[in-house]
């Protein structure tokens, strides 16, 4: 069930034109996993289960601040804000925690939010890991009912783009970015790139130079032995901004193209995608798939040239 409000608005001869868009959806009979009885062999079923509430924004912009006989400047952004909210789960249930994934659904929470162990870094007299308690005490003893809910989820909350275009008769250089924000997730690779001695014959980070090793010593990485163990020191943030095209081009003129006979048009390009991406996150590429990033391969980097002919 979806209501939309919405505004389209154009001016100055089609040189400025907005969109914008308000949006409530509200889903039911979700498709989701439903725990039963283990006593039927299986410990849950896919089952039309649950609702969700999506609320949010989304707004483009394309505008042309110079346009000449020969040269032309375009500019365009968009930005989305969502905000999601689960309602109901099924048969009374208020929350489920979703096994491998440090994730869990409840009721009033948005889909995806973490729920980890949070780690509080290392105790200079001993060298011990140190966590948080559920109420927010210190303790050297990792324990599942010690996790909580971050408020940090993989589906971020903002994201968008925006592009140039700058033409001067036949020549024509464009870029177009991509960016998310608040996008959290889970380092798996350094569980195992960190593992502090539970993988030994492992290629180990360099960070672990930086472990703790006599007292008094003040790290994030606790003595030789204590493994790293997944809590909210694997949880990085994973936003990005990303130049994802650019491309200069040249389109010969017209003039000159009737000259052959044949030919109506030829262009010649040169275009690279995914050439710069900025971000905190440590991994390979933020722009993965879920919340638990595990020897991915990143996005790759490519060069293109070509040549369009038109007859």
């Known amino acids: 069930a979806q209501t939309n409000v919405g505004i389209d608005f154009g001016a100055f001869d089609s040189r400025f034109n907005l969109t914008l868009d308000f949006y409530n959806i509200k889903t039911k009979d979700l498709y989701m996993s439903k725990n039963i009885s283990l006593t039927s062999g299986f410990g849950s079923i896919l089952a039309n289960a649950g609702s969700i509430v999506n609320r949010g924004i989304e707004i483009g912009v394309n505008t042309t601040p110079i346009r000449t006989q020969n040269f032309q400047w375009d500019l365009g952004f968009n930005y989305t804000y969502n905000k999601n909210k689960i309602t109901e789960l099924y048969n009374g249930v208020t929350e489920y925690e979703m096994s491998s994934t440090n994730t869990k659904l409840v009721v009033g929470h948005p889909v995806g939010e973490v729920y980890i162990n949070r780690f509080a870094g290392v105790n200079p ?5 140190l966590w948080y308690t559920k109420d927010g005490e210190l303790t050297n003893e990792l324990r599942d009912e010690d996790k909580v809910l ?3 989820s993989f589906f971020a909350p903002w994201q968008g783009g925006f592009g140039t275009t700058l033409t001067w008769k036949g020549l024509s250089l464009s870029a177009q970015f991509a960016w998310v924000a608040d996008r959290w997730m889970i380092n ?30 003040i790290t994030d990485i606790p003595r030789h032995g204590v493994y790293t163990e997944f809590d909210s020191r694997l949880l990085e943030d994973a936003s990005f901004l ?49 919340n638990m990033y595990a020897a991915e391969y990143p996005m790759s980097r490519q060069f293109t040239f070509g040549l369009d002919l038109t007859f």
Do not use: C, H
Request: aromatic share 12%.
């Open 125 to 129: 007299a001993n060298g011990d890991a």
């Open 150 to 152: 971050t408020g940090k």
């Open 188 to 217: 798996n690779d350094r569980y195992f790139d960190e593992s502090n001695g539970r993988f030994a014959s492992y290629n180990q980070s360099k960070r672990l130079l930086n472990r703790w090793k006599q007292p008094g010593d």
């Open 242 to 290: 990303r130049l994802k095209n650019l491309m200069l081009s040249y389109s010969f003129p017209k003039g000159l193209l009737r000259k052959t006979g044949f030919l109506s048009g030829v262009r010649i390009y040169a275009q690279a995608q995914n050439l710069l991406t900025f971000t905190k996150f440590s991994g390979l590429d933020p722009e993965a798939v879920g």
